[in-house]
């Protein structure tokens, strides 16, 4: 099956088209770079940014891509780093583990002293979570973006405003044209899955402290569940809500996704357990770690339709049928200048941890 990228025409094309856009709006790199962020605020750089902070948890590794490289990235989430250090990333940028992470708590409230002291020129933040976690940063006199999170539309968007307020606006269109030809390649096959055939599939975004599940509301897990020709079992709550073993059980998914944010958890803890092992999803095999790429493959992100390639291939094995691993390739060629190697994909894809999973032997080197 050929590459889900855009070819080389395409994105000559893409490239040209945004190369005179930015000359189209001023011919000179030094002129202001002024756009309005996600929550209608002007955010004004005198030139393109050249030292940013991602307190948002998948931005930093989404600026790695856009750029090239690590080196405008000068402080992100400590969550952000440990994907980046423990993942692919931190074999193909070794120097990203010594990007301070002290910039934030993991929950996204910023230590302004650490923040001022890597002098960034732009500041990456979550809106919508209230004023808090942004006055401290804008008190400073840091220029700040706000995004918003949930949507595959939201996402294109904030990528887009990132790669502009880097001075990579030519980055940008290959990027988008390959989620959009991917998403629309799956909606077309999906489209003739009657409903009695949509298995139902849980996704926990937190298990070994306290269990987090997935529902409805503009929740990115449950947008890419419907995407591939499933129903979400736990589409009777609204947002991400804590759950119990007997919930879940009265759901009976057919196929649970484990998160890729706990290192620790793996499949074993589904098919040990007295009551989790009882659904169809454990009876069936059908229990799946999400893979760590660039970044954890969950949340939407710069490797998203790898996300829903992978699911794809295994909610409907039937009507799906993508050569991940050529796309994996390909994809990190275009994202990272990067040559996956055979034991590099293996290790994102869990592959020597999903055991006996049913299905996954298709994502094994041939």
């Given at each position: 099956?050929?590459?889900?990228?855009?070819?080389?025409?395409?994105?000559?094309?893409?490239?040209?088209?945004?190369?005179?856009?930015?000359?189209?709006?001023?011919?000179?790199?030094?002129?202001?770079?002024?756009?309005?962020?996600?929550?209608?605020?002007?955010?004004?750089?005198?030139?393109?940014?050249?030292?940013?902070?991602?307190?948002?948890?998948?931005?930093?590794?989404?600026?790695?891509?856009?750029?090239?490289?690590?080196?405008?990235l000068v402080g992100m989430n400590p969550t952000a780093k440990s994907a980046i250090v423990d993942g692919i990333l931190g074999k193909i940028f070794p120097e990203a583990k010594d990007i301070p992470s002290d910039v934030?708590?993991?929950?996204?409230?910023?230590?302004?002293?650490?923040?001022?002291?890597?002098?960034?020129?732009?500041?990456?933040?979550?809106?919508?979570?209230?004023?808090?976690i942004v006055k401290p940063i804008t008190n400073a006199g840091l220029n700040t973006m706000l995004i918003l999170y949930g949507t595959e539309e939201l996402t294109r968007e904030y990528m887009t405003l990132a790669s502009?307020?880097?001075?990579?606006?030519?980055?940008?269109?290959?990027?988008?044209?390959?989620?959009?030809?991917?998403?629309?390649?799956?909606?077309?096959?999906?489209?003739?899955?009657?409903?009695?055939?949509?298995?139902?599939?849980?996704?926990?975004?937190?298990?070994?402290?306290?269990?987090?599940?997935?529902?409805?509301?503009?929740?990115?897990?449950?947008?890419?569940?419907?995407?591939?020709?499933?129903?979400?079992?736990?589409?009777?709550?609204?947002?991400?809500?804590?759950?119990?073993?007997?919930?879940?059980?009265?759901?009976?998914?057919?196929?649970?996704?484990?998160n890729a944010f706990e290192a620790k958890l793996g499949t074993d803890w589904v098919y040990s357990d007295p009551i989790l092992s009882l659904t169809n999803a454990a009876q069936a095999r059908k229990v799946y770690k999400?893979?760590?790429?660039?970044?954890?493959?969950?949340?939407?992100?710069?490797?998203?339709?790898?996300?829903?390639?992978?699911?794809?291939?295994?909610?409907?094995?039937?009507?799906?049928?993508?050569?991940?691993?050529?796309?994996?390739?390909?994809?990190?060629?275009?994202?990272?200048?990067?040559?996956?190697?055979?034991?590099?994909?293996?290790?994102?894809?869990?592959?020597?941890?999903?055991?006996?999973?049913?299905?996954?032997?298709?994502?094994?080197?041939?």
């Open positions: 099956m050929r590459s889900h990228l855009p070819g080389a025409s395409v994105v000559r094309t893409l490239t040209l088209a945004a190369a005179g856009l930015v000359f189209a709006h001023g011919a000179a790199l030094a002129d202001p770079i002024v756009f309005t962020d996600q929550e209608k605020r002007e955010v004004r750089l005198e030139k393109p940014a050249e030292r940013v902070v991602s307190i948002v948890i998948p931005m930093a590794s989404t600026v790695v891509a856009l750029d090239g490289g690590t080196k405008k934030t708590a993991p929950n996204f409230v910023p230590n302004v002293e650490a923040l001022t002291a890597v002098n960034p020129d732009l500041v990456i933040q979550w809106g919508g979570r209230g004023e808090d502009r307020a880097i001075g990579r606006p030519e980055r940008i269109g290959e990027l988008v044209e390959w989620r959009d030809r991917v998403q629309k390649d799956i909606e077309a096959k999906a489209a003739t899955i009657p409903d009695g055939k949509k298995p139902k599939v849980l996704y926990l975004q937190t298990a070994l402290s306290s269990m987090m599940a997935a529902g409805t509301g503009g929740n990115y897990n449950d947008w890419y569940i419907k995407l591939v020709g499933g129903t979400n079992a736990a589409a009777e709550l609204k947002g991400t809500v804590a759950v119990n073993k007997e919930q879940i059980a009265q759901w009976n998914p057919d196929i649970i996704l484990l999400l893979p760590l790429g660039g970044y954890r493959w969950d949340p939407p992100n710069q490797e998203s339709p790898l996300t829903w390639m992978w699911l794809a291939n295994l909610v409907q094995p039937e009507i799906f049928n993508y050569d991940l691993r050529t796309e994996m390739k390909t994809a990190y060629n275009t994202l990272y200048d990067y040559e996956l190697a055979d034991a590099d994909i293996d290790s994102i894809l869990w592959i020597d941890r999903q055991g006996d999973a049913a299905g996954y032997s298709r994502f094994k080197a041939k």
